[in-house]
T-cell receptor
Framework: GEQVEQRPPHLSVREGDSAIIICTYT??????FSWYKQEAGAGLQLLMS?????DRKEEQGLTVLLNKKDKRLSLNLTAAHPGDSAVYFC???????????FGSGTRLLVSP | GGIITQTPKFLIGQEGQKLTLKCQQN?????MYWYRQDSGKGLRLIYY???????QKGDLSEGYDASREKKSSFSLTVTSAQKNEMAVFLC??????????FGSGTRLLVI
């Protein structure tokens, strides 16, 4: 089945810097990719989703890149601020599947 | 907009006890999920259900039962709580065209 690896597990940046989180996956038939944010004591909040026919998507300071050749998905926070401090998860959904596979999470700390 | 509600928010149980966690959604989503999240770790799928009365085992179903008697609700039972167990249980729902919506979690502590 689908395997997803997410890195780095921990990331610390200063306010205004970029933060990049990467997931690699194994199933080339994967249809749908998402990024979620989990703040302390809360559930997961959807940030952005892309279909497999999309290479790049930008929304509100976030950029998602999909490299299907290398089976790599990335999330770039272009100018991080302390409110972005949270755990981020990628999620990969295979074509026709119900079982979403999540990455292991990246704990991001943005310091002033 | 809809909402997905998990109850209780906090659950303290005793070793060997049977404990039930509940999840309700009003999105009319077909599929519902239970995940377990251990401190500092990712999500592991316990059970999911693609429609009312359907149950599918995830990777971590041993030690758990689930029930989907109505489309809007999905409950999870810890069949015998393990001493010192501490985890967050997250419920989620989606339909085929939508992203996941997560509840805010039930925090379990077994003493």
């Amino acid at each position: 089945g689908e395997q997803v690896e997410q890195r780095p597990p921990h990331l610390s940046v200063r306010e205004g810097d970029s933060a990049i989180i990467i997931c690699t996956y194994t199933d080339s038939a994967t249809a749908y990719f998402s990024w979620y944010k989990q703040e302390a004591g809360a559930g997961l909040q959807l940030l952005m989703s892309v279909l497999s026919n999309v290479d790049r998507k930008e929304e509100q300071g976030l950029t998602v890149l999909l490299n299907k050749k290398d089976k790599r998905l990335s999330l770039n926070l272009t100018a991080a601020h302390p409110g972005d401090s949270a755990v981020y998860f990628c999620a990969v959904i295979p074509t026709g599947g119900y079982k979403v596979v999540f990455g292991s999470g990246t704990r991001l700390l943005v310091s002033p | 907009g809809g909402i997905i509600t998990q109850t209780p928010k906090f659950l303290i149980g005793q070793e060997g006890q049977k404990l039930t966690l509940k999840c309700q959604q009003n999105f009319n989503h077909d599929t519902m999920y239970w995940y377990r999240q251990d401190s500092g770790k990712g999500l592991r799928l316990i059970y999911y259900s693609i429609t009312e009365n359907d149950l599918q085992k995830g990777d971590l179903s041993e030690g758990y039962d689930a029930s989907r008697e109505k489309k809007s609700s999905f409950s999870l039972t810890v069949t015998s709580a393990q001493k010192n167990e501490m985890a967050v249980f997250l419920c989620a729902s989606r339909d085929r065209a939508s992203d996941y919506t997560f509840g805010s979690g039930t925090r379990l502590l077994v003493i």
